[in-house]
Structure formats: structure tokens, C-alpha cells
């Protein structure tokens, strides 16, 4: 109980008006009489400082529990519960022995599956934390959602997400989509994919490939394309709103069929009517037009046409560039309807779900954290099997706390067993911090919101370091660094001196 007395007396020495400055010497002293690695006035880890704080405060805080103690081991508990059921069991247990004011505002229940990659078996387990400690990927390394459209052969483009580094390969992108489409019902053949990037600002190669490694640096969107590489000829179609006499305007992506060399005009204008027949469109025309989409191919800009129509008395080799391509517009009358039809279905990426290509973003630590390093495998026995195997982990938080605490690992050590620190900057959202992206258990069903209300920095090198902390007092920020405090004149967004956050 002296620890819990010393931290309410500092507790109530903050509060009472009557100190400029606390200095909390006689709560550092019983921790350092306690613990070894406290002691002396060499540099010690604050996140380590907090969790013996909060395991102590535990401690000496329990209330009297005349509950019966659940009797049986996890393992025993398992054999007949649901992952539901089970994880409540271990968590009412852990509530039983743990039964405070500090376990029922900062523990929370992650889930770990570990899944055999030969035959699906599944394993699982439900732990308590108190801080969950994010390794901090390089920008390279980081991973996070980047829009897809996939254009097939027929019907309406599909929009999903993909999770993936600013270098992706080209099969992780492809490995991903049955499980972003969801449970649509889509005719695809995801092998016949190619895919370009296209960047914010709409320029960029367009070329196709699919195989190799796309560059995500300043993307706007990924866009897949189902080809028929039996088919020599690309025919690139692009969908254009007729505004006035004068004016059109390109919308959206570029459509794309493959036609035989020997395709005739006729066949060619069947074809591409086919092919957008699913917009139901009426009073449309189709048009030769340069890469772009917005000058006719044939007259050249010179003259300011838009686009001569596709005849069928023109000479289809006439039109085709050397990279066997051909570029028509589809031009219809502006009408609203042509955005609904558009997409197919929506995914919805905040952004701070988002990949970051110039800092790095606690979305994709936690990322990380869940799926780990380019959803890498272990070894493991599977009880199925009844063998060694390959097999894919999965963290997840399954039952949040009320209070978030978050450990940017800083501090590393190298194949040399030499420790290092990451100076990567790291950039969090300061309100409305939705948790339910990593949140497994299904019965939240709403955004699971947190507020950022401290900050623990360090400073400098790793064994020449300096802590100070950026808190939230009332609506405004304040930096407490040692008897010197500041105004914030911005709220914190993100840093290279973050080390603990609280939410």
C-alpha cells in the first residue's frame, strides 16, 4: 500500500493549487527500493516505469473478492465454449483475481489465430494487456489501404481496398482481391489481371503489367484490368460527358476490350456497344480520340475537334498506334445516374486507414502489429495435421480498454545485439481515433472512438536522452518538460520524439 499512498499524495498535491512545481521523489524511491532497474539517475524506459506503476497501483487496489474463483484451465474451458464464450470465460476469470479500479480502466483482451496453411485449422487464445507495443515500420516498409478498381470484361468497374507497402508486388495484390470483392457475385479471372498506378495528379505511365512490383509514390488509385492476352489489339475506351458543343469532360477510368487484328469496324463498334451496354445509355456515339481521350486522333488538335465518329468505311490498321492500342471515347449527355452506375461497390478508406508515402502512420504500426511483416508465416504444429507446418498469425483487440496506451518501439536491438533508436516520424490522429478496424469481436457494432490525452517523448540518443510529456488539460495542450510548462499553440498530430500515447 505505500506505492498507492505515495501516488495519491501526488495525485492530490497536482490538484490542491498550493505547488508551482511537484517533484514526485517519494514515489520514485519506492519503485526504485523494488525494482533494480530503477535505481540511480541513469536514463530508464518510461513505457517499463509505467507498467510496474500500473501493476502495483493493481496490487495494492484490489478489492475484497469473496467470488467464487472459476475453477479449470483455459484449455479446459475451451472443449465445450464458443471463441465468444471461451474468451469471456478467461476474461471474467482475469476480473475475479484482478478485481480493480486499474484492470477495469486500462486492461483490455487481445485474440491471437494462428491458422495451418495446409489444411485451414485454427487456433486461438485470449490475453490482457495493458499497453500495446507497436514496432515503427520504415515509410517503405509501411503498410496500409490503397483504393482498387477492377475493370472486367463485362459489367460495371469494382471498387475495393488492398492492403499493401509503397512497393507492392503485383501477386499480393492479386492474393487479396477474393477477399476484397467480399461475397459479390463476380465473374473475374483475377490471373488475367494487369494493373497500372494512377497518381493524384491524373499523370503517370499507364502502362499495364502484371507481373513485377507497382510504385505506390504519390498514387491516387490502383487500377486492375482483365485482359485477353490472346488478343493482339488493346482498345482503350474512354467514357466522356457531353457538356456543350465544345466541351466534354472525361469520366472516371478508361474501359478496355481486346479485339483479333483481323476485327473489322463493324465488329469493333458490336464490341464496344456490347461492352457498355450496361450504362444504358441512349443517343451515344463513339469516337477516334489521342491517348488522352480529348483530341480527335484524326484531325489533331490544330482544328479543335473533339473527336471524329468510329465509320465503318475506316481502316482499322490506320488506327492503331505501334504499341497495338486503339483509343475511342464513349460520349454520352450529362446525366446524374452516370455516377451512381459507375462503381459497382464502395469501400470506404478514412484517412488514416489510408498508405502514407511521407511519414509514417500509427495505422500502419497497428498493421503491423496485427498481420505482421508482409503477412509472414511461422512454424508451427498444427493439432490437425499432427505435423510441423507453415502457418499465418493474426492479432487482433478483442475487448478494448477504456483508457489506450500505446508503446511506439523506439528502442531496438541489431543482429549485433547492439540497441539502436528509430527516429522515423510518426503521425496519429488527436481525436475520434477509430479502433474498429482491429477490433475481431463482432458484438461492436459502432466506430469504437478514442481521444489522444497524453504523450510521452524522448529526446535525443538513445543512452543521452531526455523525457517530456504533451498533455491535454481541459481543451487546451500543454508541454511539461521537467519545471518548465508551455502552451501548445497546435494540437499534436505526430512526431519524431512520440514514445507513449495515451487515449
Not at 514515489?27 to 535505481?39: A, H, N, P, T, V
Not at 475520434?432 to 466506430?447: A, G, I, R
Not at 490525452?453 to 538513445?462: A, L, P, R, T, Y
Request: charged content about 25%.
Amino acid at each position: 500500500t505505500k506505492i498507492a499512498l505515495a501516488f495519491f499524495s501526488v495525485i492530490k498535491a497536482l490538484w490542491s493549487n498550493d505547488y508551482v512545481v511537484v517533484t514526485p521523489k517519494a514515489l520514485k524511491d519506492l519503485i526504485s527500493d523494488k525494482y533494480e532497474q530503477f535505481r540511480g539517475h541513469n536514463q530508464q524506459d518510461a513505457q517499463e516505469f509505467t507498467l510496474v506503476l500500473l501493476e502495483e497501483l493493481n496490487m495494492d487496489l484490489l478489492r475484497n473478492n469473496t467470488t467464487e474463483i472459476m475453477v479449470g484451465t483455459p484449455a479446459s474451458i475451451k472443449l465445450e465454449k464458443t471463441p465468444s464464450e471461451f474468451a469471456d470465460c478467461i476474461w471474467n476469470k482475469y476480473l475475479q483475481e484482478n478485481d480493480s479500479i486499474i484492470t477495469h480502466t486500462f486492461s483490455g483482451q487481445q485474440q491471437q489465430k494462428i491458422t495451418c496453411c495446409e489444411c485451414g485449422y485454427s487456433s486461438e487464445s485470449f490475453d490482457p494487456f495493458n499497453c500495446i507495443s507497436l514496432t515503427i515500420p520504415s515509410i517503405g516498409r509501411q503498410r496500409g489501404f490503397v483504393p482498387l478498381i477492377i475493370v472486367c470484361k463485362q459489367g460495371k468497374p469494382i471498387l475495393c481496398k488492398v492492403l499493401v507497402s509503397v512497393s507492392v508486388d503485383i501477386n499480393e495484390i492479386k492474393n487479396q482481391i477474393p477477399k476484397a470483392i467480399g461475397n459479390q457475385e463476380i465473374n473475374i479471372c483475377i490471373d488475367q489481371l494487369a494493373f497500372y498506378v494512377l497518381q493524384k495528379n491524373g499523370k503517370g505511365k499507364k502502362r499495364l503489367i502484371n507481373e513485377g512490383k507497382l510504385s505506390l509514390i504519390n498514387y491516387d488509385k490502383i487500377v486492375g484490368y482483365e485482359i485477353d492476352s490472346s488478343k493482339e489489339i488493346k482498345v482503350i475506351i474512354f467514357i466522356r460527358v457531353i457538356k456543350n458543343e465544345n466541351v466534354v469532360v472525361l469520366h472516371n477510368i478508361p474501359f478496355l476490350i481486346c479485339i483479333e487484328q483481323n476485327c473489322t469496324i463493324k465488329e469493333l463498334k458490336r464490341k464496344i456497344e456490347k461492352r457498355m451496354e450496361w450504362m444504358k445509355m441512349e443517343n451515344n456515339r463513339i469516337c477516334i480520340v489521342d491517348e488522352e481521350g480529348k483530341q480527335c486522333k484524326l484531325c489533331g488538335e490544330r482544328i479543335g475537334c473533339t473527336g471524329c465518329s468510329l465509320k465503318e468505311d475506316m481502316k482499322l490498321e490506320e488506327l492503331i498506334t505501334k504499341t497495338k492500342e486503339l483509343y475511342v471515347s464513349y460520349d454520352c449527355e450529362e446525366n446524374d445516374i452516370i455516377d451512381e452506375q459507375i462503381i459497382c461497390e464502395s469501400y470506404k478508406i478514412t484517412n488514416n486507414q489510408r498508405l502514407q508515402t511521407t511519414a509514417v502512420s500509427i495505422f500502419a504500426c497497428l498493421t503491423l502489429f496485427t498481420h505482421g511483416d508482409s503477412f509472414e508465416t511461422i512454424d508451427w504444429f498444427c493439432d490437425s495435421c499432427r505435423k510441423n507446418v507453415k502457418a499465418e498469425v493474426d492479432v487482433t483487440i478483442w475487448r478494448p480498454p477504456q483508457v489506450l496506451i500505446f508503446q511506439l518501439k523506439r528502442f531496438e536491438f541489431t543482429e549485433k545485439y547492439e540497441q539502436i533508436k528509430t527516429y522515423e516520424r510518426v503521425v496519429f490522429p488527436p481525436f475520434k481515433f477509430d479502433l474498429k478496424e482491429y477490433v475481431s469481436n463482432t458484438s461492436f457494432k459502432e466506430p469504437i472512438l478514442y481521444d489522444l490525452f497524453g504523450i510521452v517523448n524522448h529526446q535525443g540518443k538513445i543512452d543521452k536522452g531526455h523525457y517530456y510529456a504533451d498533455c491535454k488539460v481541459g481543451t487546451d495542450w500543454y508541454r511539461f518538460d521537467d519545471e518548465k510548462v508551455t502552451k501548445l499553440e497546435e494540437v499534436p498530430t505526430g512526431s519524431d520524439d512520440a514514445y507513449v500515447l495515451y487515449y
